[in-house]
């Protein structure tokens, strides 16, 4: 009989056929008309597609991003049914704190790749030791190498629960967690299920929603801009993710192009400056790393069903069912930081509602991808977030 709790050792190898057939396919893209004189405002642009599916097929080193990946410890195992890949990087600082990165969409784990270095060893970056983390760094369910999901019902909630088990069974009785995107869904409910073991909770932005028309009311401006924004927002990725995942999947699973196409408007739309080109906010091989990731574990539904089970499968949007004494009272134990880029929407008033929120920075750069826009900005509010808690 198998062990259900054996953790076992993980490499990416992905089989050179696959990446032939990548090549391939991106050489056979049949690309669709154009209105002219669009610019973005109807999509991403053919000819800016075209240039960058190119530079995907003759350029992109994947070779080099598996080896990059594979020169960090990283494992699985199986909890609640589900396959779980994570990346495990201790300090060599042996008093250092642990702490749980969770990643969004589009993203992955290679989303803090370049905060690695600085959180598990401040002494080699020009820090204090104090500041150490040992690091563990999961594929959300459904997402990357955390595959195959495990059926309906992975929501925010029980991929909490997920990683709680996870980091017991590291030997992780007590740690820290970040999250940003869908991983700022998932953070709050690790606290929310044991407050006794979460030491705090840090979010790059966090999601946040009015319990009916009185709350949107008196707003402060810089919160009216955010609630303004949050409602403006072109959201029609949402919306296919949240309820049809399964039928948006086909196109995304066949086509590379259009797996490209899918992710690389939201690089450019949630970056910061937003008019400009994604290249000039993230580095374009970190983006088709990522996308390829997406395409080669053929994860673009599994990876979107947290959408639907959060949005259709549940009261989301139903004010009558957004009760703060509902909101989880675990949450209003655990200490929370929360870091706003220029590109977050999230209404403070609303966060300090439903969470103990000790720490607030506001800042007037950087997007919604911060780990990789402006990693040195999240790392130093996640040493000084977690200082003061210790």
């Known amino acids: 009989m198998t062990n259900p709790q054996k953790i076992s050792p993980f490499r990416v190898d992905v089989p050179e056929e696959q990446l032939i057939d990548l090549r391939s396919r991106l050489a056979g893209t049949r690309w669709p008309f154009e209105l002219p004189g669009v610019g973005w405002d109807r999509g991403v642009p053919v000819d800016y597609l075209k240039e960058l599916a190119e530079y995907w097929r003759t350029r992109h080193d994947w070779r080099a991003a598996e080896t990059e990946l594979?020169?960090?410890?990283?494992?699985?195992?199986?909890v609640d049914g589900q396959n779980v890949h994570f990346l495990h990087v201790r300090s060599p600082e042996a008093e250092a704190t642990p702490l749980l990165l969770l990643h969004g969409w589009p993203g992955a784990v290679t989303d803090f790749l370049d905060v690695i270095g600085p959180l598990t060893d401040p002494r080699a970056h020009g820090g204090d030791p104090a500041d150490a983390f040992h690091l563990v760094i999961p594929s959300l369910p459904g997402f990357g190498f955390s595959i195959?999901?495990?059926?309906?019902?992975?929501?925010?909630?029980?991929?909490?629960?997920?990683?709680?088990?996870?980091?017991?069974?590291?030997?992780?009785?007590?740690?820290?967690?970040?999250?940003?995107?869908?991983?700022?869904?998932?953070?709050?409910?690790?606290?929310?299920?044991?407050?006794?073991?979460?030491?705090?909770?840090?979010?790059?932005?966090?999601?946040?929603?009015?319990?009916?028309?009185?709350?949107?009311?008196?707003?402060?401006?810089?919160?009216?801009?955010?609630?303004?924004s949050m409602q403006d927002h072109n959201d029609g990725y949402l919306q296919c993710n949240a309820k049809r995942p399964q039928t948006v999947a086909y196109g995304l699973t066949d086509s590379p192009v259009g797996q490209l196409a899918w992710m690389v408007e939201k690089f450019k739309e949630l970056s910061m400056p937003e008019e400009?080109?994604?290249?000039?906010?993230?580095?374009?091989?970190?983006?088709?790393?990522?996308?390829?990731?997406?395409?080669?574990?053929?994860?673009?539904?599994?990876?979107?069903?947290?959408?639907?089970?959060?949005?259709?499968?549940?009261?989301?949007?139903?004010?009558?069912?957004?009760?703060?004494?509902?909101?989880?009272?675990?949450?209003?134990?655990?200490?929370?930081?929360?870091?706003?880029?220029?590109?977050?929407?999230?209404?403070?008033?609303?966060?300090?509602?439903?969470?103990?929120?000790?720490?607030?920075?506001?800042?007037?750069e950087g997007g919604h991808f911060l780990s990789m826009e402006k990693p040195n900005l999240l790392v130093g509010d996640l040493r000084a977030f977690f200082r003061d808690l210790k």
């Not at 594979?70 to 199986?78: I, K, L, R, Y």
Request: proline share 5%; with cysteine; hydrophobic share 35%.
């Open 70 to 78: 594979n020169a960090h410890p990283q494992f699985t195992t199986e």
């Open 276 to 364: 400009g080109l994604p290249e000039e906010s993230l580095d374009r091989d970190r983006m088709l790393t990522c996308v390829s990731l997406y395409w080669l574990t053929g994860t673009a539904a599994s990876a979107a069903q947290i959408y639907y089970e959060e949005m259709s499968a549940s009261d989301w949007g139903d004010s009558e069912a957004w009760d703060a004494d509902e909101s989880g009272a675990g949450a209003k134990r655990v200490p929370t930081g929360v870091l706003l880029s220029a590109h977050d929407v999230t209404v403070r008033r609303w966060a300090e509602r439903d969470h103990d929120v000790v720490r607030w920075t506001e800042l007037d």
């Open 148 to 228: 195959p999901l495990a059926g309906p019902g992975m929501n925010a909630s029980r991929m909490g629960g997920i990683f709680l088990e996870l980091m017991a069974r590291l030997g992780y009785e007590h740690f820290a967690v970040h999250g940003y995107d869908t991983g700022a869904w998932v953070a709050p409910t690790i606290g929310e299920q044991a407050p006794e073991r979460v030491l705090g909770v840090h979010v790059n932005g966090m999601i946040t929603f009015p319990y009916g028309d009185e709350e949107t009311k008196g707003l402060s401006e810089p919160d009216q801009r955010r609630w303004d």
